[in-house]
């Protein structure tokens, strides 16, 4: 039973799908012919049941908008010849009429065509995170004697993606974007130690190192600035825009740890090391981040394809102070405490997106 309705629904859709297009592609055959031997009102006649009705293919109702609405401009009906092309753009926002013919000209400067909503999904790596020291810790009688945040040559690289969709703002240049974002970031610690407790009870010199990994969701908040007028991205290849922005960003606790930690003690064969440890009580969740970035977007009519260098600071502590001296593996054996830090990450991302275009009277 539900199948016969269902083809029966299909049917009546089939069927009144080609009644609409077959009556209609004869009327826009004989308003063509009747628009270039003059008769335009009768160019009316054939073509205004037809151009508005959404029943009819875009294809189609394109061709006959634009028509009437040139045909509209001849008349001397402006109103008429708005409302036409007014129809003609939200349906398609990339028509151009004959700007060479000064009517036509005049009629495309009665709107306004420009993106009001912009959807985009990125992709990329962190180039560089450093940490930046507000004020250092070491447990009981360790001296640090420098620390330092080079890497590795098999250290990972972190990464980011997320979508950020911006709105449109008063059809300024700027827009207002919110998104989610996740990022896996990635920095080493290195430090030179004097007084290092080693296994066998002596103070000795050392060496420590590790490669710190996080992972964060972020929900950013940005104000995106358009290098180009908003108006004129629509017929422009190339979109250069800056952005600035603040996120709050919460740390997958889980996600936390110190990868590969190494003590090595001078003047002995003494060295200590493991796979991970966990930083998960060791990390403040909740932060606040400054984010800043500037890029180009590939215009592709509807869509984009976009790449972007980006900074962003996170501007909290990162430590927990009340667990600083708590992991007693990374304070005794590793003789390592947290600082007080905040993170810097510099990255790049490729992305892609679309453009929902809307075209209003001036």
């Not at 040139?70 to 001397?76: A, H």
């Amino acid at each position: 039973m539900i199948k016969k309705i269902f083809l029966t629904a299909a049917c009546l859709l089939s069927a009144s799908f080609l009644f609409c297009q077959e009556p209609c592609e004869e009327a826009f055959q004989l308003a063509r012919d009747d628009y270039y031997a003059g008769r335009l009102n009768e160019v009316v006649r054939h073509l205004e049941g037809c151009a508005f009705n959404q029943a009819v293919p875009r294809p189609l109702r394109r061709n006959m908008l634009a028509l009437l609405a040139e045909t509209y401009v001849f008349l001397d009906e402006e109103e008429r010849a708005e409302d036409a092309y007014s129809e003609l753009l939200r349906l398609d926002p990339f028509f151009r009429l004959d700007t060479k013919v000064p009517e036509l000209r005049l009629l495309s400067e009665t709107h306004l065509t420009y993106p009001v909503t912009t959807y985009t999904f990125y992709t990329g790596i962190y180039l560089r995170s450093i940490p930046l020291v507000q004020k250092q810790y070491s447990p009981d009688g360790v001296d640090i004697l420098s620390e330092f945040y080079d890497r590795s040559n098999d250290d990972l690289f972190g990464w980011t993606t997320g979508v950020n969709v911006h709105f449109d703002l008063y059809n300024s240049n700027f827009d207002l974007g919110l998104g989610y974002g996740i990022s896996n970031i990635f920095f080493r610690y290195n430090a030179e130690l004097d007084n290092a407790l080693a296994p066998n009870g002596e103070r000795l010199k050392a060496s420590l190192s590790f490669q710190e990994k996080q992972r964060w969701n972020q929900f950013p908040v940005i104000l995106t600035y358009n290098l180009i007028p908003k108006s004129k991205i629509i017929y422009s290849k190339f979109v250069p825009y800056i952005y600035a922005g603040a996120a709050w960003d919460v740390l997958i606790r889980n996600s936390a740890e110190a990868t590969g930690p190494s003590i090595s003690f001078d003047n002995s064969n003494i060295r200590v090391s493991t796979d991970m440890l966990s930083l998960r009580e060791n990390r403040n969740r909740n932060n606040v981040s400054f984010l800043f970035g500037a890029g180009v977007r590939l215009h592709l009519k509807r869509f984009f394809i976009s790449l972007e260098g980006r900074y962003d600071q996170m501007l909290k502590n990162m430590a927990l102070d009340r667990t600083r001296f708590s992991n007693t593996e990374l304070n005794q054996t590793y003789n390592y405490a947290d600082d007080d830090f905040k993170l810097h990450n510099y990255g790049v991302c490729l992305g892609a997106g679309l453009y929902l275009f809307n075209s209003p009277k001036r």
